[in-house]
């Protein structure tokens, strides 16, 4: 709805003074028009940078703040402007007169002083000022005043005029007149009142820090509530590149690489302290502190952003609204949560500038003088204060009902403070402990395990932080696990969890702040001991407890790829970071698969995909940083040019990852290749330095080894066997495909040609990919003697079972036993190279079940035997998968799968011995 001038005036004595003193702005063409993006800030900044001298200045100051709040205040009481335009407007005309007047003093403080040196750079320095809070997020409410933090880069002197001063007293004196040009008042009144409390040390500390000085105040002395006011910090002034270097260097203060909920604890207390604050001086009606008030969805959005800002960046942003967005998107909260959220915000901040423009004042308070409540409910569009407070009242209920779900603590029962007092006690018995149900027999294990615990030597080393949070969460465990069922093994396996978290107290908070993610750990450590040593070596996998729709959900080939791209674009050019990232990553998706597969989420077939995804998207990752790693040291390689988007490396993947068929614990047999280009053209780089394709490929090769293999505190991303490449261990890491192709066709053993019926290309362009399968299609069809073969065949896997085959007496060897995994492998094998000269099908598919069914549709084996060869596979695959699970060998006892065995055997001996 749109009202008059007339109405602006009567809803703002502000609009009124000013306009009676400066009748120019009312005038409609000074506020009638929408300014576009950027025009305000470069129009005011524009007039104030080019004052003559200090009174000019501080005129132009003063007199483009009234002149362009008035006009703000007319937009937005005339419904001209929403929330999101006058939030801007006020933000970017603080930005323009805080800059101005910050050079216009720079350059004068040059002149007198000299320009300020940095000590290690020897490039000029220049004074950066953080906006904080509102301002940061460029949301500022209309009479706000703005707190700052001024920085600069590095130590030194200045040089150039007279006598050389110390950069730090160089730019506290700036500091000082930039805010004194601000907070003076005159004729013209103020500018803004300049709140500096929030730089290191408050009050007592210097006007402004070195980069250097503000990262050790973080390190050593940063606080809570500093890391929130640091989430939304913007450099409204300064230089912009040296401003990233800094948020660079506070990122790691402000979010933590893991999902940290001692945030939580912390948004909590100190929201404690303000609704103390605001009870103690009868600030209930205050839409900013009040419950219910605009704080509190700050509060909200700020914890998700701190909880889980680290592991995503998409969270780091400034502003309430788009983070409100993400929160959506990324489904930390329900859209009917977001909707009434939102709502609640923008009427919230309405009623607060529409308080502030009343008489240009920094108020939350609502109006107690009738004229002034009639004032403020007419501009919110209503006829009365009563109709205006109803609608008020419902978002603020709705506000603090999301407030406290978010941050509520659940009253402890009544068993939890038994526990506590037990857990705190000498636990040499369970008397006083009432209902828990605890079996006679297991009391004595329950004990010691829970002493040893308590006993061991990570508890022992525990901060006082550290332990008051074990303290805390230590009976919600205990009285999980006995609600859960007592079960010795599952107590310890928890236990060993918890043993490995502890000096990282932050996972017990995440545990306590989360019932769902406690309840997942017990469940997930019950059914394997595999998962339970993961979340032991790997903390952070702790996250993927929170979200039970994601942890049961694996994602396909095209959703890992996408995420391997997006960590890429975060970690740019730093390899440690990448090597470190791509492996947490890694176990995380895996994880998932594991937790699918244990809750029967997926079936046992598809397990293997995406283990095999996982891998692939891992290599794509790699291969690319490799590929942009090489670029940036040596060039393009000789063949391409500037012009060119390929990418000729190309990474076929033999056996488990060729087959699609991965299991928890396998290696990576891979052969790597280039394609397209000449061996022996050669790169340039900048320097002039060549390098011919067969050098940078080689190099290239060992690159991707060494990102792979290379441990980390994450691990390993996978083992990697590249003896499956052309003359084994003894030949090039990398070679062209032209030489893959002779060697194949030429010197490559039969054994070999058995290998190659499950090579696929997993990683390469469509050039590179499409290069080998039509070499691979017309290798595998050339006309072969199936009797040598089969011979050739019998010979290998008679060599294989005498070597490796661990079936005797007591147990039979899934794998290599006969009638087992390799025996069905091995029939395909033989069946592919010798017959797909006559069917030219058979060479289409890499895994064996797919191959299987070819064999059947060809009529090389019959319907029967064919469901028995699938049906025998599939049931050893999925307890190969199991046995995994439990951290066992791939052997079973000597009685099981005999008819499975049997089956097997008897297809083998009618195939391969008649």
């Not at 919600?476 to 006995?482: C, K, S, T, V, Y």
């Not at 599952?490 to 019932?515: A, G, I």
């Not at 339970?532 to 702790?542: S, V």
């Amino acid at each position: 709805m749109e009202y008059s001038l007339q109405n602006a005036i009567d809803w703002s004595r502000f609009v009124e003074m000013v306009g009676r003193r400066y009748p120019e702005v009312l005038e409609e063409s000074h506020w009638r028009p929408d300014m576009a993006d950027g025009e305000l800030y470069r129009q005011v900044y524009g007039l104030v940078r080019g004052s003559e001298d200090e009174t000019v200045l501080k005129r132009h100051l003063r007199q483009q703040r009234n002149w362009q709040m008035t006009r703000i205040a007319i937009r937005d009481l005339t419904g001209l402007a929403d929330l999101q335009e006058t939030m801007r407007d006020v933000s970017d005309l603080a930005d323009a007169l805080v800059a101005a007047a910050l050079d216009w003093h720079y350059e004068r403080f040059c002149e007198r002083y000299g320009t300020p040196i940095g000590a290690e750079s020897g490039k000029p320095q220049k004074l950066i000022v953080l906006g904080m809070g509102k301002l940061g997020g460029q949301e500022l409410n209309f009479s706000s005043d703005i707190d700052l933090i001024f920085v600069y880069p590095e130590q030194g002197e200045t040089q150039g005029t007279g006598k050389s001063i110390s950069n730090d007293q160089f730019f506290v004196r700036l500091g000082q007149a930039l805010n004194k040009s601000l907070v003076e008042v005159t004729e013209d009144g103020f500018v803004y009142r300049v709140d500096m409390r929030l730089r290191p040390f408050g009050d007592a500390g210097p006007l402004a820090s070195s980069f250097a000085g503000i990262e050790h105040y973080y390190e050593i002395h940063g606080r809570a509530w500093e890391r929130y006011a640091l989430v939304k910090a913007r450099a409204m002034a300064g230089d912009a590149k040296e401003a990233q270097s800094l948020f660079d260097i506070l990122r790691p203060f402000v979010y933590r690489r893991y999902v940290d909920f001692s945030a939580m604890e912390s948004l909590r207390e100190l929201k404690q302290m303000i609704s103390a604050e605001v009870k103690k001086k009868g600030m209930q009606d205050n839409v900013k502190l009040g419950p219910g008030g605009i704080r509190e969805i700050e509060f909200i959005v700020q914890a998700f952003q701190l909880v889980h800002g680290g592991r995503d960046r998409t969270l780091q942003g400034r502003a309430l609204t788009p983070m409100m967005q993400q929160l959506l998107s990324l489904g930390f909260i329900e859209q009917e949560v977001y909707d009434g959220l939102m709502a609640a915000y923008t009427f919230l901040r309405r009623a607060e500038n529409r308080l502030q423009e009343w008489m240009d004042q920094q108020t939350h308070d609502l109006p107690r003088d009738a004229q002034q409540q009639l004032a403020l409910a007419s501009s919110m569009g209503f006829e009365d204060y009563a109709g205006f407070m109803s609608v008020l009242n419902k978002h603020r209920d709705y506000v603090q009902a999301q407030f406290v779900e978010v941050f509520a603590t659940e009253e402890a029962s009544e068993e939890v403070g038994e526990l506590s007092d037990f857990w705190l006690g000498d636990m040499s018995s369970i008397e006083g402990l009432h209902d828990i149900e605890l079996a006679e027999a297991d009391i004595p294990s329950f004990l010691k395990h829970l002493n040893d615990f308590k006993l061991s030597r990570s508890v022992g080393r525990l901060s006082r932080d550290g332990v008051e949070r074990l303290n805390a969460f230590m009976p919600l465990l205990i009285e999980a696990l006995l609600k859960h069922g007592y079960l010795e093994q599952t107590f310890v396996r928890v236990l060993k969890v918890v043993e490995s978290v502890v000096q990282r107290s932050v996972y017990l908070v995440l545990l306590k702040e989360n019932p769902v993610a406690l309840k997942h750990l017990i469940s997930l450590c019950e059914i394997s001991p595999w998962m339970t040593d993961m979340l032991a070596k790997y903390p952070a996998l702790m996250d993927q407890l929170l979200d039970e729709r994601a942890l049961y959900a694996p994602l396909d080939l095209q959703q890992l790829n996408l995420e391997v791209e997006h960590l890429l674009e975060e970690v740019g050019e730093d390899e440690e970071r990448f090597m470190e990232q791509i492996r947490q990553w890694r176990h995380a998706q895996v994880f998932r698969v594991a937790a699918a597969d244990v809750t029967g989420n997926v079936p046992i077939m598809k397990v293997s995909d995406y283990l095999t995804w996982i891998a692939e998207a891992v290599l794509n990752g790699v291969v690319t940083f490799a590929w942009r790693y090489m670029q940036s040291k040596n060039g393009l390689p000789g063949g391409l040019d500037d012009e060119s988007d390929r990418d000729p490396f190309l990474v076929l993947g033999y056996g488990k990852v060729g087959g699609i068929e991965l299991g928890y614990g396998s290696d990576l047999d891979i052969v790597m290749l280039y394609e397209g280009l000449s061996p022996s053209a050669s790169a340039v780089n900048e320097r002039g330095r060549s390098l011919e394709n067969s050098l940078y490929f080689v190099r290239m090769g060992q690159k991707v080894i060494s990102l792979m293999t290379t441990l980390m505190p994450a691990g390993v991303l996978y083992e990697v066997d590249t003896r499956l490449r052309p003359n084994g261990a003894s030949g090039l890491m990398v070679t062209d495909l032209s030489a893959y192709k002779s060697y194949i066709e030429n010197k490559a053993w039969n054994w070999e040609h058995q290998a190659f019926v499950r090579a696929r290309p997993v990683v390469g362009d469509v050039q590179s990919r499409s290069a080998f399968n039509e070499f691979r299609h017309a290798f595998l069809q050339k006309q072969r003697d199936p009797l040598r073969v089969r011979d050739e065949v019998i010979e290998m896997r008679q060599k294989m079972r005498e070597s490796l085959d661990k079936s005797n007496d007591e147990v039979f060897d899934l794998k290599h036993g006969r009638g087992g995994i390799v025996d069905i492998e091995f029939m395909v094998q033989y069946l592919v190279l010798a017959f797909s000269h006559d069917y030219p099908e058979l060479s289409e598919y890499t895994d064996n079940i797919r191959m299987l069914e070819a064999i059947e549709r060809v009529g090389l084996l019959s319907v029967e035997d064919v469901e028995s060869l699938v049906k025998s596979y599939k049931v050893y695959r999925s307890k190969y998968h199991r046995l995994a699970l439990q951290n066992q060998k791939a052997l079973v006892e000597s009685d099981c799968y005999l008819s499975e065995r049997e089956g097997v055997m008897s297809i083998w001996k009618k195939l391969m011995e008649t």
